[in-house]
């Protein structure tokens, strides 16, 4: 069975610094992960993904992901923190060619960005 | 291009009333699913579809029922509320059941059950 464990449930950075969330993942094949964004008040957006293409994934806002196998990992960061980058988190995993009905949701890093 | 589209975005119910949640889409995704969300839980998958004319149970099917018509519309039904349905409910669409491309949500709608 797969599972997937966002590490800190909410996380506080300064502007300017780096930003790491941290995801780990249980499954027993190499799974897609997806990473969400949730602005207040609105759905969820993907950030990006990965399907077994590159291992470093770049997504949106400048956000990147590495897919890490020996780790069982797939951290998001950013160089730079935002304002606009508060937000809450969501790590996703599901097993490579099944159903959208297999995709296990984290249970969310909320981030906050201090002046 | 609207997406997917949610209504109502806020609801209060009483006790034993029944509502139906609209999801709508115009992006002709085959595939479409409602989820709960609460505070320290994620997303948690009610019911979902895979084309007009098939559904099937999530994780927390109890107390909902959903119907597809059409490939646009997925509409999410409270039989009878209790205050546990209090939460942000979601609806998801993805363009192929196996989603390789990722979900596309709509905004939400909150409920509260008193």
């Known amino acids: 069975a797969q599972s997937v464990t966002q590490l800190g449930s909410h996380v506080s950075v300064s502007e300017g610094a780096l930003v790491l969330l941290r995801c780990n993942y249980s499954?027993?094949?190499?799974?897609?992960l997806f990473w969400y964004v949730q602005y207040p008040n609105q759905g969820l957006q993907l950030l990006l993904k990965?399907?077994?293409?590159?291992?470093l994934v770049k997504g949106i806002n400048g956000f990147e992901a590495e897919f890490k196998k020996s780790e069982t990992s797939f951290h998001l960061t950013k160089p730079s923190a935002h304002m606009s980058d508060a937000a809450e988190y969501f790590c996703?995993?599901?097993?490579?060619?099944?159903?959208?009905?297999?995709?296990?949701f984290g249970s969310g890093t909320r981030l906050s960005i201090r002046p | 291009n609207a997406g997917v589209t949610q209504t109502p975005k806020f609801q209060v119910l009483k006790t034993g009333q029944s509502m139906t949640l609209q999801c709508a889409q115009d992006?002709?995704?085959?595939?479409m699913s409602w989820y709960r969300q609460d505070p320290g839980m994620g997303l948690r998958l009610i019911h979902y579809?895979?084309?007009?004319?098939?559904?099937d149970q999530g994780e927390v099917p109890n107390g909902y029922n959903v119907s597809r018509s059409t490939t646009e519309d997925f509409p999410l039904r409270l039989l009878s509320a209790a205050p546990s349905q209090t939460s942000v409910y979601f609806c998801?669409?993805?363009?192929?059941?196996?989603?390789?491309?990722?979900?596309?949500f709509g905004s939400g709608t909150r409920l509260t059950v008193v």
């Open positions: 990965y399907t077994s293409a590159a291992t």
């Open positions: 992006m002709n995704h085959e595939y």
């Open positions: 998801a669409s993805s363009y192929e059941r196996r989603l390789g491309g990722g979900y596309t």
């Open positions: 996703a995993v599901t097993p490579p060619g099944s159903s959208a009905s297999k995709i296990i």
């Open positions: 499954s027993s094949v190499p799974p897609y």
């Open positions: 579809s895979v084309g007009a004319g098939i559904t």
